[in-house]
């Protein structure tokens, strides 16, 4: 006995549920294969019609602030795991850009 709709359908017999469970994960691999195949095919057109080479997309620049804080946040978790950090940056001490050591 089955009851669902696309992709949502499940199996009311025990002994089926296993092989009911390995066909979703099949449908789910397929899917993210076809998102990717997909994303790879708008990037090869973007390029076949503009006529310009491939660039990888970059995230975009960090402001000073961000990332100050990301590097306060980094050296805290590494002080967490026992990773001593020293800043190698002159000036002030807020402002310091910290090494591993």
Same mark, same amino acid.
């Given at each position: 006995m089955r009851l669902g709709g696309r992709g949502q359908e499940k199996l009311f017999l025990e002994g089926e549920g296993l092989a009911h469970h390995h066909q979703i994960s099949r449908q789910e691999e397929l899917r993210a294969l076809l998102a990717v195949a997909h994303t790879i095919l708008q990037l090869v057109y973007e *390029?076949? #019609?503009? $006529? @310009? !080479?491939? /660039? %990888? /997309? @970059?995230? !975009?620049?960090?402001? $000073?602030? @961000?990332? %100050? /804080?990301?590097?306060?946040?980094? *050296? #805290? #978790?590494l002080g967490k795991l026992g990773v001593r950090v020293h800043s190698l940056r002159a000036g002030a001490d807020s402002q310091k850009a910290p090494s591993v050591s």
């Open positions: *390029v076949l #019609r503009t $006529g @310009q !080479p491939y /660039r %990888d /997309r @970059q995230a !975009p620049a960090l402001s $000073g602030q @961000q990332k %100050d /804080r990301l590097i306060r946040h980094h *050296v #805290r #978790r």
